[in-house]
């Protein structure tokens, strides 16, 4: 039905830098808030950043001034750019969307996670 997938994880240097990607595909009407969590090891599963429709964002303290997200609407995808990366950055990152399908119907879509590993 709708499916969400991430990519752009991988190990990097304290101080250095990605870019996550998540890209939304299936039976979309329209995608309206998308979020970034993350979930390190022996950790709950915390939210990172959020976007709305119109493109107001907001960031957890812990990332604040570090990430930026962003969306491609035409592309239904969204974005998570991390920048001055800490070691406690380090965990698997997920995308969250709440989408509204050709059907009508609003859920809430999970992506699969992306290992983010940053190393000091």
């Known amino acids: 039905q709708v499916q969400l997938v991430e990519s752009g994880g991988g190990l990097v240097q304290a101080g250095g830098s990605l870019r996550l990607s998540c890209v939304a595909s299936?039976?979309?009407?329209?995608?309206?808030?998308m979020r970034w969590y993350r979930q390190a090891p022996g950790k709950q599963r915390e939210w990172v950043a959020v976007?709305?429709?119109?493109?107001?964002?907001n960031y957890a303290d812990s990332v604040k001034g570090r990430f930026t997200i962003s969306r491609e609407n035409a592309k239904n995808t969204v974005y998570l750019q991390m920048n001055s990366l800490k070691a406690e950055d380090t965990a698997v990152y997920y995308c969250?969307?709440?989408?509204?399908?050709?059907?009508?119907?609003?859920?809430?879509?999970w992506g699969q996670g992306t290992q983010v590993t940053v190393s000091s």
């Open positions: 299936g039976s979309i009407l329209s995608i309206n808030t």
């Open positions: 969250n969307a709440d989408v509204r399908a050709t059907t009508r119907a609003t859920l809430s879509s």
């Open positions: 976007i709305t429709s119109g493109g107001s964002t």
